[in-house]
């Protein structure tokens, strides 16, 4: 790596306005600008800094689905929003604190979600007449006074940026560039960030280009310098560090840590583990994740479609690897007659569907848990499997190690439903005890297990009701394979309709005999009549919204399941313990369907689909209502 020379962040000049630092316990920043602008990079950063001074943080990124969007328009608004604090928070926030808006169209799109008296850092170099007609101001909003309730910081971002690199030899449009670093500079400097780490990221990622990595410092730099300098900003912040469990933290997305989980399972499985999958937003970080952990015995491979994806990973399963394919909702349309193969050959298959927006294409940038009905009864004939969903960013790494646990354990697949506001989301996750991860080793068949010394291919373990796992070649094993019915014990085809009612029970059997932990409720009031049962990324929204109630003396409880099948055994228990049983979900009511008609208890859907995950506002004022009136 080429050595660049860069002036260390300064201290305020004695001519410099003095600055008051205020504390704060904390902060929801939103960026905003063109899908080209680095909005993502910069929040990105701007998350790494705050995740090093130790805050609690929950982020949401919000991109557009388009890979280029016409610039400065509505449709190609890009945001990333950080959430921090000094106590432990659930989610992105509601309603940004700060709003830094690089153009009209990042100002128009974000406004209606600011509270009064937000402040609002404008790039007033962008507010050309141009730039303002695309997205319907005749006037500029910084002019005609509709910015009022706001307090509004106006800064020539992108002028300033090319007025710092003047020296440095870039020609204009690529000085331009480095605008979002002034911004991170000046939110770095406003909220007290540390710094260095974005200085070593810039170093590795522009490596080859040191004049890059000189440029984008400077522009660090001059945004830093301009908040100690500017009158236009008197006040700096402090947020202190959260209190939180000791031990090693780093902060991960949703889609990050499932791939790390992953990696343990087979670990742990001492299995190699297999991904096939096709690239699809929003699960493809995870191949690009999973693809660089070859060192633990990871090997991925990028098929040509969905189809053969699944298809290699049902293969890797059978050869006795495990078997993982990755996917959103429409993979797993086209994956379904491959996993009620696997459900037919009992083998352990790991599916994951990291959840968006549709029918169809959809939005494919936008979050929902529509996927729920599909992963359940989305496939032909009588075909149950095992369906776990995670909570929260970091839970999905203990998510994954848990749908490898059932299905290697059980030889079934598992349909592990994460959803795009988990799987890009970030929070700090706690580095586990490798010897704390639990134990998934397979004992494959190694002789022989019939009276008669046959191979006996679906002779059950009486614990389990898992057929034995045979790995290819192994002398004596031989057996058949396929979709047609098997026969109960030989695996040989069978059409016998009474056969075919037995393996048909068997195989449902097998799936509700999978042992999972039991729901359990958090009721500090212990007399609470109203219970919140959520599932997957609802969790974060529900326990703030409840979190709120409760400190305003209201008591309400709240469950959450990660196992959507088989269900816990004491659920039906605990949802006759309450009057009332609301189920929030961000479509139009499928677990709400789901537990109707399994339990007969009358469950209040809450629903949503509009792409974005609850606000706890939202769900606090509609849980309030239920609380007080019933």
């Known amino acids: 790596m080429a050595e660049v020379d860069t002036p260390a962040l300064s201290s305020p000049q004695l001519d410099s306005p003095v600055k008051r630092v205020e504390q704060l316990d904390r902060v929801v920043i939103r960026f905003a600008g063109d899908s080209g602008d680095g909005m993502q990079l910069t929040g990105d950063r701007f998350t790494s800094e705050t995740a090093q001074l130790g805050n609690d943080i929950s982020t949401l990124p ?66 050309t007449k141009r730039n303002l007609a695309k997205v319907g101001y005749a006037v500029s909003p910084l002019e005609d006074g509709s910015l009022s309730e706001y307090s509004v910081h106006p800064v020539a971002l992108t002028s300033m940026t090319v007025g ?39 170093e590795r990622k522009f490596a080859k280009r040191p004049e890059l990595v000189a440029a984008n410092k400077a522009a660090f730099q001059a ?29 991960i997305t949703g889609n990050a840590a499932l791939a790390l989980g992953l990696v343990a399972a ?23 994740e999973l693809s660089k952990h070859k060192r633990f015995g990871i090997t991925t491979m990028q098929a040509e479609d969905e189809i053969a994806a699944i298809g290699a990973a049902l293969g890797a399963s059978y050869g006795g690897s495990l078997g993982v394919t990755t996917t959103s909702g429409p993979g797993v ?44 009864y989305g496939r032909h004939g009588e075909a149950p499997l095992a369906v776990v969903a995670p909570k929260s960013p970091s839970d999905c790494f203990h998510a994954a190690l848990e749908a490898a646990r059932i299905a290697l354990t059980y030889r079934t697949p598992v349909i592990l439903l994460s959803d795009n506001y988990v799987a890009n989301g970030s ?52 057996h058949r394979i396929g979709g047609l019915e098997k026969a109960d014990k030989t695996g040989d085809i069978s059409y016998d309709p009474a056969n075919h009612e037995f393996m048909v029970r068997t195989r449902a059997a097998r ?65 006759s313990a309450y009057d009332k049983v609301i189920v929030p979900e961000m479509n139009l009511g499928q677990l709400a369907h789901v537990i109707r008609a399994k339990y007969l208890v009358d469950v209040l859907p809450f629903n949503q689909v509009s792409g974005l995950p609850f606000t706890a506002a939202t769900l606090e004022n509609m849980l309030e209502d239920v609380v007080k009136n019933g």
């Open 62 to 127: 919000n991109f557009p689905a388009e890979i280029r969007a016409p610039a400065g328009t509505l449709p190609g608004v890009s945001s990333f929003q950080v959430h921090f604090a000094d106590y432990d928070i659930l989610t992105p926030g509601d309603q940004p604190n700060v709003l830094v808006a690089m153009n009209p169209a990042a100002l128009k799109a974000n406004v209606p979600d600011l509270p009064t008296g937000a402040d609002i850092i404008v790039n007033t170099d962008e507010f």
């Open 164 to 202: 710092a690199l003047a020296d440095s030899g870039l020609s204009k449009k690529d000085a331009e560039r480095s605008k979002n670093m002034f911004a991170l500079g000046l939110l770095s400097w406003m909220y007290s960030r540390p710094h260095e780490s974005t200085m070593r990221f810039l």
């Open 223 to 251: 945004g830093w310098n301009f908040g100690e300098t500017t009158e236009s900003f008197s006040v700096r912040y402090e947020i202190k560090p959260a209190r939180m469990r000791p031990g090693t933290y780093r902060n």
């Open 266 to 288: 087979s670990v742990r499985a001492r299995l190699p583990l297999f991904l096939g999958a096709y690239p699809i937003t929003p699960a493809s970080d995870i191949l690009h």
């Open 333 to 376: 349309a086209l994956k379904g007659e491959t996993i009620s193969l696997a459900i037919a050959l009992e083998l352990p298959l790991v599916i994951v569907d990291v959840q968006r927006a549709g029918p169809s294409t959809g939005m494919p940038t936008k979050t929902e848990q529509a996927d729920l009905n599909m992963a359940l």
């Open 427 to 478: 929070e700090p996750w706690l580095l586990p005890e490798v010897s704390e991860l639990p134990d998934l080793s397979v004992e494959f068949a190694a002789e022989p297990n019939g009276d008669d010394g046959r191979f006996l291919p679906y002779l059950r373990d009486p614990e389990t009701m898992a057929r034995p796992w045979a790995i290819p070649g192994t002398p004596g094993l031989e």
């Open 511 to 575: 799936i509700e005999h999978i042992t999972v932990p039991d729901v359990e409720v958090e009721d500090p009031d212990e007399n609470s009549r109203v219970l919140v049962l959520g599932w997957g990324s609802t969790y974060g929204p529900i326990g703030a919204a409840c979190r709120a109630l409760r400190q305003r003396g209201l008591p309400i409880a709240q469950a959450h399941l990660r196992h959507l099948a088989p269900l816990p055994a004491n659920l039906g228990e605990v949802l």
